[in-house]
Structure formats: C-alpha cells, structure tokens
C-alpha cells in the first residue's frame, strides 16, 4: 500500500470540511495535524523506511567507506531499519518509540562525508519519490534528516 493512499482520504475530508459550513471547524483539525499523521502513520513511514534503506545497502557511494561497510557486517539490516522508522515516527510526532543511541553516539565511529550524506539524501529522496509522498511532506522529512547532520558528518571529503 503507497502511504498517498491514506493522504487522499484526508483531502476528502479536508475538502468537504471546506464545502460544508457544518463541518467548517474540522479545517483547523486537518491544518494542524503532524508529519506523522499526514504520512499515515507507522505502517507507510516503515514501507518507505524500508525501500530506503535497501537503497543505502546498495549504493557505492556511501558502502566505500569502510567504517560504514563494517558497521553493516555487525548491525542486522531488520534491526537497522526498526530503529530508523521509530525515529522518524517519533520525530515526525508519532509515539515515542525510539530507544536508540543519539544520532551523535550511534554515528560517531563511521566517519561520514559530506558526499555520503548526499548520497544518503539522493537515496532518500528516490523512496520518498517512489511512493509518491507529497512534497510538502518530502520536504519536512528532509528538513528532519537535515537537523541531525551536524551530528552524523564529521569527515571531510
């Protein structure tokens, strides 16, 4: 199921909040609800989750660092991809369910590049661009991703 899915019957709603006067305090509802709640919840956030990291596992730019490529050898994929979907549950204002290290702690030892996190972003973006997220919503998922760089790239190309 493609997360857009759970997005077209908010826009019903929102649209027929707009048109009904009855209906017209659920506008402010649907304006205010979260990333999290216009991504459809854990279910699709995960679907993309996945796909993306898939992406990472193969892609040449971020796999040649060898930090990186030894860290994969230790952490199991299906563990990897639970922890990155409860944290952008969680940071996307969904439950908090994200019990990992920080991004600082968990990232420290792989020495990650500029490049590599472009790279990260490009794969990133192919996922969000798969399942057909909104750009409103792509852009806020990036903006999240951003905000924890400083803490992730500390190599210099």
Same mark, same amino acid.
């Given at each position: ?24 305090? *659920? ?5 205010? !609800?979260?990333? &999290? ?5 854990? %279910? /699709? @956030? ?9 992406? @990472? ?8 660092? /060898? ?5 994969? =050898? ?20 969904? #439950?908090?369910? %994200? ?5 600082? !702690? ?16 490009? =794969?990133?973006?192919?996922?969000? &661009?798969? &399942? =057909?997220? #909104?750009?409103?919503?792509? *852009?806020? @998922? ?6 924890? *760089?400083? =803490?992730?790239? @500390?190599?210099?190309?």
């Amino acid at each position: 199921m493609k997360p857009h899915g759970f997005m077209a019957l908010g826009f019903l709603v929102f649209t027929l909040a707009v048109s009904s006067p009855t209906l017209s305090s *659920k506008v402010v509802f649907a304006a205010e !609800e979260s990333l &999290y709640q216009r991504l459809g919840g854990t %279910y /699709p @956030i995960a679907v993309v989750v996945n796909d993306f990291m898939n992406r @990472i596992v193969e892609d040449g730019t971020v796999n040649a660092n /060898p930090a990186v490529a030894a860290a994969r =050898d230790r952490v199991p994929l299906p563990g990897l991809k639970f922890q990155v979907t409860a944290f952008i549950v969680q940071a996307a204002g969904g #439950p908090k369910v %994200y019990s990992g290290r920080t991004m600082k !702690e968990s990232h420290a030892h792989l020495n990650i590049s500029e490049r590599e996190w472009e790279a990260m972003l490009a =794969d990133l973006r192919a996922s969000l &661009y798969r &399942y =057909d997220v #909104p750009d409103r919503e792509q *852009k806020e @998922i990036i903006d999240l991703v951003n905000s924890v *760089k400083g =803490d992730i790239v @500390i190599a210099s190309d």
